[in-house]
């Protein structure tokens, strides 16, 4: 029994992304980036934070961002980035992050990426 049209695409957009993801990468890499600190750090920041974050959205969607979000100080400024990525290497993972408008817009001064194994916690 065929499915009708409108519920095979209701399930495309959830298949998709998995599939890609199982096939395509198999690494992941923690990338930590920490802001400048001048005057004008937190003005670039948030002169490139749309474009990012759509960015980053997009990149969660296809399975290359697994987790990520801003560092703050104790005091809750923001001061950086941590990121979970998937990528089939090193050098791609690199390559992504250097086309980051956080790193284009001059807001991430320092950036270490290092392979990462992401925990399985699965309550079964």
Same mark, same amino acid.
């Given at each position: 029994?065929?499915? %009708?049209? +409108?519920?095979?695409?209701?399930? !495309?957009?959830?298949?998709?992304?998995? #599939?890609?993801?199982? &096939?395509? !990468?198999?690494? &992941? #890499?923690?990338?930590?980036? &920490?802001?400048? +600190?001048?005057? *004008?750090?937190?003005?670039?920041?948030?002169?490139?934070?749309?474009?990012?974050?759509?960015?980053?959205?997009?990149?969660?969607?296809?399975?290359?961002?697994?987790?990520?979000?801003? +560092?703050?100080?104790?005091?809750?400024?923001?001061?950086?980035?941590?990121?979970?990525?998937?990528?089939?290497?090193?050098?791609?993972?690199? *390559?992504?992050?250097? &086309?980051? %408008?956080? +790193?284009?817009?001059?807001?991430?001064?320092?950036?270490?990426?290092?392979?990462?194994?992401?925990?399985?916690?699965?309550?079964?």
């Amino acid at each position: 029994m065929a499915l %009708p049209a +409108t519920s095979l695409s209701a399930w !495309r957009p959830r298949l998709l992304p998995r #599939f890609v993801f199982i &096939q395509s !990468r198999s690494l &992941q #890499f923690l990338v930590i980036a &920490q802001d400048y +600190t001048d005057d *004008e750090a937190l003005s670039r920041r948030n002169l490139a934070r749309p474009a990012h974050l759509a960015r980053a959205k997009d990149a969660k969607k296809d399975g290359r961002v697994l987790v990520g979000g801003a +560092t703050l100080s104790h005091d809750g400024k923001m001061t950086g980035s941590m990121i979970v990525v998937d990528f089939p290497d090193e050098g791609s993972a690199r *390559e992504f992050v250097n &086309q980051d %408008p956080y +790193t284009i817009g001059k807001v991430w001064e320092r950036i270490d990426i290092k392979p990462f194994k992401m925990a399985t916690l699965d309550p079964k």
